[in-house]
Structures are given as C-alpha cells and as structure tokens.
T-cell receptor, first 115, second 111 residues
C-alpha cells in the first residue's frame, strides 16, 4: 500500500563502513529523488533520476553513489561513512521532471547514525 | 543563487488562533510554490501549493498568498488545532529544475 517505501528505517554504523539505503515507489512516477535532512531539519536535494537517468547531482561527495535499476527504484550507496553523514535521508518521487512538476511524494525517511 | 528564506523558525500559538509563516525566494523565474507539513518521524507531505499565475489560494483553514513582485509568499492557518503542530516547509521551483526548500518552521499549537 505504501506509495514510497524506503529501507532500512534506522541504520547505526561505524565510521569507515559502507552502507546502502533502498527506495521503491509504486505510483508509476518517472522521477525519483534523494534528499538529506540534517539535525536542524534543513532539507537539501542530493540527486534526482528520471527514467533511470541521472538528472540532478548536487555537490555531494562522490562517496555517495545513487543507482536506479528501473524507474520504480532508486538506491543510495554510501562508502567510507563519516560522522557528518549522520542525517535522515528521504527518498521522494514525482510524476514529471522539473521543480514545478507538482507534488513530491516522500518516504518515511531512513535515519543514519554514524558512530 | 538558489535561496528560499523562511520565517519564523519557531511559532507557538494558542488553539483557535491564526498562524502565519513567510518565505522569500531569490529566482525571479520561480513559478511553483508548494508548502509541506512534516509530522514527527514522517516524511514531508504536501498541504497546499500555488503557481505564479495566481495570487491567492485557499483550502479550508489553509491559505497561501503570493506576491511575485516582492518575491514573497505566505502560509496562513486559521483556527489552529493541536494536530496542526508540525514542521512546515515552503519551497520554490528554480530555473535549474530543482525544488528548493526553506529552512522550516516548527509550529506548536497549545490547547
């Protein structure tokens, strides 16, 4: 039933480890996103994909690598985790491409804690 | 640059009072302005949006106004209820095809 689902919901790991977060949407949308929300609640776009093609790649360290095997899935892999990577990561989807395309549907977030 | 400023960062009101949150944006090409509500432990959810060809839009107790000349837009919640307590984000579309979010307002409605 869930429109945008991401796993895991919580992730606690040590510095230097590699981890992945998975996201799936069943809305039939063409565009998917990863947003990072820090401890001050700021929401910043990291990546967007449209039909498996990378569209937006913000100034994110290349330790972060998104992968979209099909338009319903967008995963986020993070190498060599650092303390500053601790945040809540939100996956989202929208019907079309572009900032004015309409509603973004967000997942419930994945809280990453790096110790 | 691509910037959306949002004020206030926290807002406390008594149940039944009105709440107003204001945002300004930098990109004169911005044409879409949504507002999202984020409850504790959840992802943001769209509550209302407005496009640049409209000056005001209302949906029950929620209204949004847009002043394109001044690059301001505001969210108005009337007759606030405790369940309105959440973090609210404004956002604006940019000519780079991104949606940029404001810094958020934590609204607390006291019974």
């Amino acid at each position: 039933d869930t429109a945008v689902s991401q796993t895991p919901k919580y992730l606690v790991t040590q510095m230097g480890n590699d981890k992945s977060i998975k996201c799936e949407q069943n809305l039939g949308h063409d565009t998917m996103y990863w947003y990072k929300q820090d401890s001050k609640k700021f929401l910043k776009i990291m990546f967007s994909y449209n039909n498996k093609e990378l569209i937006i790649n913000e100034t994110v360290p290349n330790r972060f690598s998104p992968k979209s095997p099909d338009k319903a899935h967008l995963n986020l892999h993070i190498n060599s985790l650092e303390l500053g990577d601790s945040a809540v990561y939100f996956c989202a989807s929208s019907l079309g491409l572009g900032g004015d395309t309409g509603e973004l549907f967000f997942g419930e977030g994945s809280r990453l804690t790096v110790l | 640059g691509e910037n959306v400023e949002q004020h206030p960062s926290t807002l406390s009101v008594q149940e039944g009072d009105s709440a107003v949150i204001k945002c300004t944006y930098s990109d004169s090409a911005s044409n879409y302005f949504p507002w999202y509500k984020q409850e504790l432990g959840k992802g943001p959810q769209l509550i209302i949006d407005i496009r640049s060809n409209v000056g005001e839009k209302k949906d029950q107790r929620i209204a949004v106004t847009l002043n394109k000349t001044a690059k301001h837009f505001s969210l108005h919640i009337t007759e606030t209820q405790p369940e309105d307590s959440a973090v609210y984000f404004c956002a604006a579309s940019m000519k780079t095809d991104k949606l940029i979010f404001g810094t958020g307002t934590r609204l607390q409605v006291f019974p």
